[in-house]
């Protein structure tokens, strides 16, 4: 049975930092494309930024130079580090774990940024 499981979302200041955690299991995490999306209320799910197997990584331009996504393999993990945060970041966060035609989701984690 797959799982992906966010955590690390909360209530940050403007300027503030937060890092969020996905980890997984039942899949051969090192093989999956791992993506971050979030969901502000009333807008679609949005796509953030994503690292491959090989540590490819890119990034939205409106969070280039503030999120960094990172990979621990041997923790079946992927991070977002989230820095300078804005109240426009505010929104429900979620990992996305794709190969091929195998797609999973978390259930998401809030964080909202105050101004």
């Known amino acids: 049975q797959v799982q992906v499981m966010e955590s690390g979302g909360g209530l940050v200041q403007s300027g503030g930092s937060l890092t969020l955690s996905c980890s997984t299991s039942?899949?051969?995490?090192?093989?999956?494309?791992m993506e971050w999306y979030r969901e502000a209320p009333g807008n679609l799910r949005e796509y953030v930024a994503e690292?491959?197997?090989?540590?490819?990584?890119k990034y939205i331009p409106s969070v280039k130079g503030r999120f960094t996504i990172s990979r621990d393999n041997a923790l079946n993990t992927v991070y977002l580090q989230m820095k300078r945060l804005k109240p426009e970041d505010t929104a429900e966060y979620y990992c996305?774990?794709?190969?091929?035609?195998?797609?999973?989701w978390g259930q998401g984690t809030q964080v909202t940024v105050s101004s």
């Open positions: 690292i491959r197997p090989r540590n490819y990584t």
């Open positions: 996305h774990a794709s190969k091929g035609d195998r797609s999973y």
């Open positions: 039942g899949i051969i995490f090192s093989q999956y494309i």
